[in-house]
């Protein structure tokens, strides 16, 4: 629930659409150039990702603890609002 409820209200121009099935979050980006030093950002704060093309992505573990998954959202809808 903590992932359907923490995009409720997010919304970004550079989004083409945000898909979350199971543990997987994927949210395509209109174009890669937005991805560009994403992964470096992340790293930064924590969160170890890769995004490939379009798609900035997180595979979590589902027993991961509400407060990881929650920080792992918060950097990808950063650096989405920063750009």
């Avoid at 150039?33 to 573990?61: D, S, W």
Wanted: aromatic share 16%.
């Amino acid at each position: 629930e903590i992932t359907l409820n923490a995009f409720e209200d997010f919304s970004s121009d550079k989004i083409q659409e945000i898909r979350i099935m199971g543990g997987c979050i994927c949210i395509e980006v209109k174009d890669e150039k937005y991805l560009e030093g994403f992964r470096q950002y992340a790293f930064k704060h924590g969160v170890f990702t890769r995004p490939f093309l379009k798609y900035m992505y997180a595979m979590v573990p589902y027993i991961i603890e509400d407060w990881e998954l929650v920080k792992v959202i918060n950097v990808m809808k950063t650096w989405l609002c920063s750009k």
